[in-house]
């Protein structure tokens, strides 16, 4: 579809898993089947990128550093040198292929990071609190931030002019220094950050990772949970998730608390993984399954704001 068509209808922001089994080809030409088709979507990608970084890290021969927090959260500890490879990685390499493939498959794709036109933005978190040989400490230097605000405006303005905004960490992290608002590029998580647009635009959340969805037992694909609607339905879903499933799953319920009516967390891989998706594939989160729970969504997750990993983690694949 040319620019300068517009599409009113339903919105769905599709965000592509970083883990190296993903291959984005099939999410790429799902979007734009979903886009050329008489489906009525409107579509917003979105991805992160952790493993491509480590790896341009290592390559450069720096060793990528992880930290916990005092709640047991792993994460990366983002200091200036590791936030200048992922200015170049993510919005720089990573974006600008992603909007290719999406051209390349006839869509009028956009590439925008979060600091592009404020589109994310939040509080820069300079030090973060960790947990080094069992004591409490403040490490200071870190390029990290809690996502409080998604420009709508932006988005709609691309939106209804027949464009699709591709978007991609970081965000813009805001200081105070003297009475005046300093914006400095930092980390964001990227699934926290596609569940804050999926708010924003009122859209459905899509999670596609490198597995069928929410699986009660990780070893047997028979077990994936289909429709989660109910209070009992959550409780047994987050009972059963681990490693960086937890994760997603915290930016689900960010999402389903602000706005997004259902999210589902499906297969990249899978044969057209956007429609098989929308259409029953994988994991459905509806809004009802957190009955009346209005908590807070800023949990300690946000001290270290990318590539957050739980202590399961460590030794398997990420998906960010």
Known sequence: ?????????????????GARAVDPAGALGGVAELLDSESGYDAVLTHGGSTAV????????????YVETPSGVVGRFTDRETMEVFEMVL??????????????????????????????SGPRR???RV??????????????GSLRDVDGGLLETLL???????????MAGIENEDGEAVVTPVNVDADRAAAAVAAELDATLLLLTDV????????DETTLFGRVETPADWERLTAAAEGFMRRKLMAVEAALQNGTARAIVADANAEQPVRSALDGGG????????????????????????????KHEQTGERDT
């Open 54 to 65: 480590d790896e341009t890290l290592e390559r450069l021969g720096i060793d990528p550093e």
């Open 126 to 128: 300079s030090a973060v």
């Open 283 to 310: 994991t459905h989160i509806h809004a009802s399954a957190l009955g009346h729970s209005n908590g807070d969504t800023e949990s300690d997750n946000s001290e270290i704001a990318t590539s957050d990993r739980t």
């Open 91 to 120: 919005p720089g390499r990573l974006n600008t292929d992603l909007v290719a493939g999406l051209r390349s498959e006839g869509v009028d794709a956009v590439g925008l990071s979060g600091v592009d036109g404020g589109l994310l």
């Open 160 to 170: 209804s002019s027949g464009y699709t905004p591709v978007v991609s960490p970081p």
């Open 1 to 17: 579809m040319s620019a300068g068509e517009s599409r009113a209808s339903e919105r769905v922001v599709v965000k592509i898993g």
């Open 131 to 144: 947990l080094e040989d069992g004591k409490r400490k403040i490490r200071r230097g870190d390029h990290s």
């Open 212 to 219: 069928p969805g929410v699986l009660a037992d990780p070893d």
